[in-house]
């Protein structure tokens, strides 16, 4: 400090901490020019000495105006040193840097004018100070003094200009800086940074593109900014990198795309659009850099395909097109179990368009990589069954197609229909508003007297019961209307003469049997007419009730319609067809007297011809009830099931024995009536209030009372399938 003194003057010192600015700039000047004879005299030591006075007696003084005195005389003593100022920056600059954070306005605004007269002079020495002085100017850009915000922007603009022209910049050492400062919310910092993103990018020499994806994610985050002006510099200057990647050899896709994923989702649309964008760009041009990513962008593009915006919805199909086209291997990283993982957590989208393209994409992988898929089944049936329930009916269809493209296996195909009927049997809903949909597409796509066959295998074995009786009910009616089953129809109609249609017959039969319409229906249809009179005949002990009849009301009707036509016209020939008047008028005295169906029913009989023709008598009743038949025929023949004169004893013909299968349609409607009783029984014992003495009277009345019901009746008279044809 002495030597120092010895070379300033005493007042040179005492105005330097004036409090006015022109008494402090004059002494700046002497110092300048002491400091200039010093350097010309080569004598360094006593230029630190001044340095070192400047430092502590002023820059670090507890007076304001010491520290503003001490930051000119800085800038001079630079000044004055000229091309030998770069031996003394680390004395001369970290006071400097120290004072930006100063609690005085006016002195974070010298500080600014004295770095900005260093820099001039110093220029690309300054560069080793660098890191410092941007992070001191990104603070001063949100300086709450406009004043010392004018004074940070003209440093910086100098320091941008002393960067671009340096060779000794170092972009490794300043992008973890950058990094950090990339998330900071303030606009003008953001204003800051961006500017400095695309001055460095504008340098040939320095690889911006290289470091991207550290602070790319900082770009995206800018996209949402309040400010207009923030958001269009962001936007600016990721279409300018994008460009860059687009014409760039060599760009790292994997570490960007798990940002583009990320910010895919962003609840801002701006955002959202572009991200989208990138990862479309990336799609086509990354190639093998991205079959590790294909899942997460999967995940990405799925929910943006029901995006509100239409123009993300547009960005968004194409890319999932594209990603779709590529032919990706295992081997070569491409995981089918994650992007089936992505796809089976889309199925749960609330948006129809996304779960539709979540179907296709595991459509498509069923067949690009069907042992891969099949090794994952476990993990996406639950979610394809439940995608059953859908409300729309272009993912139920599609959900079908995959279900029918994982049946194509034998042991495949029996798991989807046993988990079908389970699924239907937890949800009678489904069954009721889609069951129709669902197993009028599989027969399309898997085989209809396959699938039938399966069912029917299924259901024979079914323990509820009462399940049972409505999934056949269900399959029978769409067997009976469906456009899809016209073949199985057919085959069915030539049972008896047909071994193909007979071992149909026979198989759907067992599983028939839970349902007594069902079984009549089947026999109709297949023409077997005196077996279908027989099934009628042994209904005789049924507990008629509203279901009953529900179900024979809807067989009523669908003998009017064109499915039954041909059963119609063969009315005409009553004598060939005397079963068939038989079962009808079966049919007609189980209905009752005033109800729709009965005279629907009542209406069709009445236009059977009443004479007789080809031997067969007829006669009207002296009651006059125009229904009754009389058929005379020589002592000993019978009428077979198909009418054609052939002998049969009514008991079996092409193979089926008919005896056997209304004793099981009698076995099978025993343990209907057996636990229809046992259900009856448990609701009364659960809701009965009585006392135990008041139930002891009861027992005797109860034999009673069962011995009225229908079923105990009948089978304390004859047990199940001994009723003969």
Known sequence: MADALSVIPASVVRNLSDKLYEKRKNAALEVEGIVKQLAVAGDHDKITAVINLLTTEFTYSAQANHRKGGLIGLAAATVGLTSEAAQHLEQIVPPVLNSF????SRVRYYACEALYNIAKVVRGDFIVFFNQIFDA????????????????????????DIVTESDQFSIEEFIPLLRERMNVLNPYVRQFLVGWITVLDSVPDIDMLGFLPDFLDGLFNMLSDSSHEIRQQADSALSEFLQEIKNSPSVDYGRMAEILVQRAGSV????????????NEFVKLGGDQLVPYYADILGAILPCISDKEEKIRVVARETNEELRSIQADPAEGFDVGAILDIARRQLNSEWEATRIEALHWISSLLNRHRSEVLSSLNDIFHALLKALSDPSDEVVLLVLEVHAGIAKDPQHFRQLLVFLVHT?????????????????????????ERVYREFSTILEGESDLDFASIMVQALNLILL???????????????????????????????????????????????????????????????INVKFLVQLDKLIRLLETPIFAYLRLQLLEPGRYI????????????????????????????TVPSYSFNGEQFRRTSSGNPY???????????????????????????????????????QMQYQHRMHAQAQAQSRNSSTTSLSKEVQRNEEPRRPSSSDMSGPPSRSSKRGPGQLQL
């Not at 801002?268 to 990862?279: G, K, N, Q, S, V």
């Not at 092409?654 to 005896?659: C, L």
């Open 101 to 104: 954070s100063d609690q005085d």
């Open 137 to 160: 100017l990104c603070k001063l850009s949100a300086d709450s003094d406009a004043n010392v915000q004018s004074a940070a922007h003209l440093l910086d603009r100098l320091v941008k």
């Open 268 to 279: 801002d649309e701006f955002t959202r659009l572009t991200a989208i964008t990138w990862i």
């Open 424 to 448: 239907f049997r937890e949800d009678n809903s489904l069954l009721e508003k889609r069951g129709a949909l669902i197993i009028r597409r599989l027969c399309v796509l898997l085989d209809a």
């Open 481 to 543: 209307t469906s456009s899809e089953l016209s073949e199985l129809r057919n085959l069915l109609k030539h049972s008896l003469v047909n071994p193909a249609g007979k071992d149909l017959f026979v198989s759907l039969y067992a599983s028939w049997c839970h349902s007594p319409m069902a079984i009549i229906s089947l026999c109709l249809l297949a023409q077997t007419y005196q077996h279908s009179s027989a099934v009628i005949q042994s209904l005789v002990g049924e507990d």
């Open 579 to 606: 079963w068939l008047l038989k079962a009808l008028n079966g049919l007609l005295m189980l209905l009752p007297q005033q109800s729709a169906a009965f005279k629907i029913l009542r209406t069709r009989l009445k």
């Open 628 to 666: 009754q038949i009389l058929h005379h025929m020589p002592s000993g023949s019978q009428i077979n099931e198909d009418g054609d004169g052939m002998q049969d004893g009514g008991n079996s013909h092409n193979g089926i024995n008919f005896a056997l299968r209304l004793q099981q349609f009698e």
